[in-house]
């Protein structure tokens, strides 16, 4: 190539990983947000966490595990009756938000929306927002096409009639 003045530059290969997308570790329970655990007995819990809804999780097994009622709702339902088993294996997640208010108002929601053992009813929300949420409860318990973000549909324009 020299003899005929043609540079030559070295490039060198591309590696395997460099023609691969990379990973995103998309593990729901490692977020922020609004969860539910459900109990046989048809009741659920809401809660809500700033940290991974998984350590959440862990700690309220950890609570019934050694009996620590006085700290958590769930344990203080497990150990009402002995016919109470709570879902730990199955955790939903209602929303996933990290922002302090925005998650206390969703929470709060949720826990109008379902039938639950919570202590508290979280956020106060305004009785304005009660027609809306019964609209819901409704929608929710005639709806049977599978789960759905019903607040989101509905502030989006795209709730089924």
């Known amino acids: ?12 290969h591309k590696k395997v990983s460099q023609f691969l997308r990379p990973i995103k570790s998309n593990i729901p329970l490692q977020q922020a947000g609004v969860y539910k655990l459900d109990c046989d007995c048809g009741l659920s819990y809401i809660g809500q966490t700033k940290r991974s809804i998984g350590t959440r999780v862990k700690e309220h097994i950890s609570d019934v595990r050694n009996r620590r009622a006085s700290k958590s709702a769930v344990c203080e339902h497990a150990l009402d009756k002995p016919s109470h088993y709570i879902r730990f294996d199955k955790p939903q997640i209602l929303a996933r938000e990290d922002r302090y208010i925005p998650r ?4 709060a929601i949720e826990i109008k929306k379902h039938p639950n053992f ?26 049977t096409a599978g789960p759905r973000d019903t607040v989101v549909g509905i502030q989006s324009g795209t709730q089924d009639n």
């Open 104 to 107: 206390l108002i969703r929470e």
């Open 1 to 12: 190539m020299k003899k005929v003045s043609i540079k030559t530059i070295y490039k060198q």
């Open 118 to 143: 919570n202590r508290e009813d979280g956020w106060n929300l305004s009785n304005t927002w009660d027609p809306l949420l019964k609209n819901i409860k409704s929608h929710v318990r005639d709806h």
